[in-house]
C-alpha cells in the first residue's frame, strides 16, 4: 500500500519540487568519524554488477550496529523477522526481482533472511562473515537517497482554545480510487464538518498538512499521554508538492527549499497558508493506534524500524530483500559529511518513489526530523544474496 506522499521522503527536492520504530535514539551514524574504508565510487552505469568478496569484506568490516542507533547487531532481529513473516507468505517460486541480467525469488529471499538470523550474533566480532555467506551485487545507477520521519503533534481529545483544527478519521462513504472531498472542500467549505469524524484537534493546519505528508506520526495530548496517529486512506486526488508551488510563485529558491523554510515562510505569511496548502487536493485521513506503540507501519503492514527501514520502488527493491547501502548523510550543519554504510531491509514504499530511489525511515525525535529534512544524496545499493 503506497501510504505516504513524502514532503522529506521521497527526495526531498525533486518531491518538493514534483510530488513522493520507537523513539530514533540519535545513532553514531551523526558522528563525522566513520573510517574512509567504506566509501565507494560513484556509479552512473545502468546495471547488475558483481562485487568481489574482498569488496564485499571491506563493506562488512565498515558496518557498526551503532551508526544505525542499534547496541548490537542482535537488535536487528526484530526487523529482519517482520520481513522473514512477509516474504514466507508469498509462493516462494515467484520472482520478486527482474532484472535482465538477475532474477530472485521469494524463496531466496526467505533463504537469506533466514541466515542473517542465524549470523546475528557473530557479526558485533565478525561482520566480514556476510562477504562469504552472501553473493554480493550491486545495482546501477546509484540511487537517489531522502528520508522520513515519525512528526509529534501537540493535540486534544476535544475543540478548545488553541486547538480550532481537526485530524479527521476515515469517512464511511469514502470508496478506494474513488475521488473524494478535495482538500479545499474539506478545509474550506466544511464537507465534513459536523459528522463526529474527529480524531483529535491541533493548533496548526501546517502540523496536519505535514502529518498527512509522512503518514503517521504521534500526537502528544495535554495529560502527557502519546497516541500513534496512523494512515487510514486518502481522497483520491493526485498529490501537488507545495516546494513546486512556492518556488513557481516566487516565493523561495529551488535549492532554498526543504522543512525548515517551508515552514519558516508560512509562519512569516499566515495569511497565505490557506492558500497555499490548498493547492494540493490530496487529504489523508488518520486513525488512533494503540497507546505505548510505534505509529509507524510499512506496506507490509509490519512496524519498521528507524535506520534499518526504507522504503523502495517495489519493482525495483521489493520488500523482503537483504541489502546495504552506503550513503553520505546530513551532519548538524545540513551538509552531507557523515557517511552511513548500513544493513538495511526494504519495508515500506510510497507514492512519489520511483525506481532508483530510497527512503530511510528515521524514527522521531531531533535527529530524524534533522536527517530527514535536509538527506537529498546520491549513494550505492547492493543486494546481499543467499550463495
Request: proline share 7%; glycine share 10%.
Amino acid at each position: 500500500m503506497s501510504r505516504r506522499f513524502s514532503l522529506f521522503g521521497a527526495c526531498l527536492l525533486c518531491l518538493l519540487l514534483s510530488a513522493c520504530g520507537g523513539k530514533s535514539t540519535r545513532p553514531d551514524v551523526v558522528q563525522p568519524d566513520v573510517p574512509e574504508a567504506v566509501r565507494v565510487t560513484p556509479l552512473e552505469t545502468p546495471g547488475v554488477f558483481p562485487v568481489s568478496e574482498a569488496e564485499a569484506q571491506r563493506l562488512s568490516r565498515g558496518l557498526a550496529p551503532a551508526r544505525q542507533g542499534m547496541r548490537s547487531w542482535k537488535d536487528m532481529r526484530f526487523a529482519v523477522e517482520q520481513s522473514l513473516a512477509y516474504v514466507r507468505a508469498k509462493p516462494s517460486s515467484r520472482v520478486a526481482v527482474n532484472y535482465p541480467a538477475l532474477q530472485v525469488t521469494y524463496g531466496e529471499m526467505e533463504k537469506g533472511l533466514e541466515r542473517l538470523l542465524r549470523l546475528l550474533p557473530f557479526l558485533d566480532k565478525a561482520p566480514e562473515v556476510l562477504a562469504s555467506d552472501f553473493r554480493w551485487v550491486r545495482i546501477g545507477p546509484d540511487f537517489g537517497f531522502t528520508g522520513y520521519y515519525e512528526p509529534e503533534i501537540p493535540a486534544s481529545h476535544v475543540r478548545k482554545g488553541r486547538f480550532q483544527y481537526p485530524i479527521y478519521k476515515s469517512p464511511p462513504d469514502l470508496r478506494k480510487k474513488r475521488p473524494y472531498h478535495t482538500r479545499h472542500a474539506i478545509d474550506c467549505k466544511g464537507a465534513l464538518k459536523g459528522r463526529g469524524l474527529e480524531l483529535a484537534w491541533v493548533e496548526d493546519p501546517v502540523d496536519i498538512f505535514m502529518l498527512q505528508i509522512q503518514g503517521s506520526g504521534r500526537l502528544r495530548f495535554e495529560d502527557g499521554s502519546v497516541r500513534p496517529v496512523l494512515y487510514d486512506g486518502q481522497n483520491g486526488h493526485k498529490y501537488v508538492a507545495l516546494g513546486r508551488v512556492m518556488v513557481d510563485r516566487g516565493l523561495l529558491k529551488r535549492e532554498e527549499v526543504s522543512m525548515f523554510s517551508i515552514r519558516e515562510w508560512l509562519a512569516a505569511h499566515p495569511d497565505q497558508v490557506t492558500d497555499l496548502l490548498d493547492t494540493n487536493p490530496s487529504y489523508v485521513f488518520f486513525k488512533l493506534g494503540k497507546p505505548g506503540t510505534s505509529g509507524s507501519k510499512g506496506s507490509m503492514g509490519r512496524r519498521i524500524t528507524p535506520w534499518v527501514s526504507v522504503a523502495t520502488d517495489q519493482s525495483v527493491l521489493p520488500n523482503g530483500l537483504l541489502t546495504l547501502m552506503n550513503v553520505t548523510l546530513p551532519d548538524e550543519g545540513g551538509e552531507h559529511s557523515v557517511p552511513f554504510n548500513a544493513l538495511t531491509l526494504p519495508q515500506d514504499t510510497g507514492g512519489a518513489i520511483k525506481r532508483n530511489r530510497v527512503d530511510l525511515f528515521c524514527g522521531n525525535g531531533e535527529t530524524a526530523t534533522h536527517t530527514a529534512s535536509y538527506l537529498d544524496n546520491r549513494g550505492a545499493v547492493f543486494l546481499l544474496l543467499p550463495r
